[in-house]
């Protein structure tokens, strides 16, 4: 059984900082990649980070430099350390493999507002 489970968001002025975390079932996190991916309203689901089970990442352009995948992988975890947020990253954020399989958590929500 897969399992996904989004925590972390919340609302932050411009200019701050969240960390989100996933806590996977080994049978999706084992031997994947595992990628953070957002969709704000009325807009696509967009792959924003990624990380291999080595370690190497991946980053959109639009978050390169102030977002930072991690994952753990004896605890099944994957994290999202998100700095300098702004209010473009406002969105529902959610952990996948990458490439995603047809299967979403619920996802957390971060909105930057002042």
């Known amino acids: 059984q897969v399992q996904l489970v989004e925590s972390g968001g919340g609302l932050v002025q411009p200019g701050g900082s969240l960390r989100l975390s996933c806590a996977a079932s080994?049978?999706?996190?084992?031997?994947?990649?595992m990628g953070w991916y957002r969709q704000a309203p009325g807009k696509q689901r967009e792959l924003v980070a990624s990380?291999?089970?080595?370690?190497?990442?991946n980053y959109a352009d639009s978050v390169k430099g102030r977002f930072t995948i991690s994952r753990n992988n004896g605890k099944n975890t994957v994290s999202l350390q998100m700095n300098s947020l702004k209010p473009e990253d406002t969105a529902g954020y959610y952990c996948?493999?990458?490439?995603?399989?047809?299967?979403w958590g619920q996802g957390t929500q971060v909105t930057v507002s002042s």
């Open positions: 990380i291999t089970t080595g370690g190497s990442t």
């Open positions: 996948n493999s990458d490439p995603y399989i047809n299967y």
């Open positions: 080994q049978n999706i996190f084992r031997f994947n990649a």
